[in-house]
């Protein structure tokens, strides 16, 4: 697609339910990330995928976050037994190649709200 | 360790102002690069600059520019004569060759009155 699709963008969710968010990264970017976004914070990275290489999960901030990519393309970030400190923006971004190089597209992101 | 520090939190101007977002980095790498990205009320952050730590010259595009000076690890952004819609979060961003973390400042938010 023309840019960096993400799904929901918005979701309310009870606490201890699992949710999914959906990103769709621009076509043919190898590199893809995740970002969560508090309520008047920086930007906090989670994991990040580099083509078929293991992810760099080491952002993730706990055993409930996973976050999967299928054929190089779309991703998946799943929160198990969400909790209120969940609530926040999470945030995809894609690129060329490994960001040095190139700068990040973001999508809109999923605002989530754990109630 | 890699740290982004942007000291200003909200910053308020009146149109047409001169304005400058401030931005101190920390590293260790010799190699790294430096970002600002923009993120308006729509909530998509907009890619505005990548310097690398190699070039240290000046960059003007239209009423925007960069200071990067690294004798003092700042690379402060400079929006000349503001306009209203200019008005966002500004994101200074640091990312070192061989980390796959790019680390964000707190971001500064402007608000430029008509």
């Known amino acids: 697609g023309a840019g960096v699709s993400q799904s929901p963008s918005n979701k309310v969710t009870e606490k201890g339910k699992d949710v999914e968010l959906r990103c769709d990264p621009i076509s043919g970017h190898t590199a893809l990330y995740w970002y969560r976004q508090s309520l008047g914070q920086g930007l906090e990275f989670l994991i990040y995928f580099q083509g078929n290489s293991a992810p760099d999960k080491s952002g993730l901030p706990s055993d409930r976050f996973s976050a999967e990519r299928t054929g190089g393309s779309v991703s998946t970030l799943t929160i198990q037994r969400t909790q209120q400190e969940d609530s926040a923006v999470y945030l995809c971004?894609?690129?060329?190649?490994?960001?040095?190089?190139?700068?990040?597209?973001f999508g809109s992101g999923t605002r989530l709200t754990v109630v | 360790a890699q740290k982004v520090t942007q000291a200003q939190t909200e910053i308020s101007v009146v149109e047409k102002e001169d304005v400058t977002l401030d931005c101190v980095y920390e590293?260790?790498?010799?190699?790294?690069?430096l970002f600002w990205y923009k993120q308006p009320p729509s909530g998509e952050l907009v890619f505005l600059i990548r310097?690398?730590?190699?070039?240290?010259q000046n960059e003007i595009s239209g009423r925007y520019s960069w200071n990067f000076q690294k004798s003092t690890s700042s690379f402060n952004f400079t929006i000349t004569a503001s306009q209203v819609v200019d008005s966002a979060v500004y994101f200074c961003?640091?990312?070192?060759?061989?980390?796959?973390?790019?680390?964000f400042g707190a971001g500064t938010r402007l608000t430029v009155k008509p």
């Open positions: 961003a640091l990312s070192e060759v061989d980390n796959n973390d790019m680390r």
């Open positions: 971004a894609s690129s060329l190649a490994k960001q040095p190089n190139y700068g990040y597209t």
């Open positions: 310097r690398n730590s190699f070039d240290e």
């Open positions: 590293t260790r790498d010799t190699t790294y690069y």
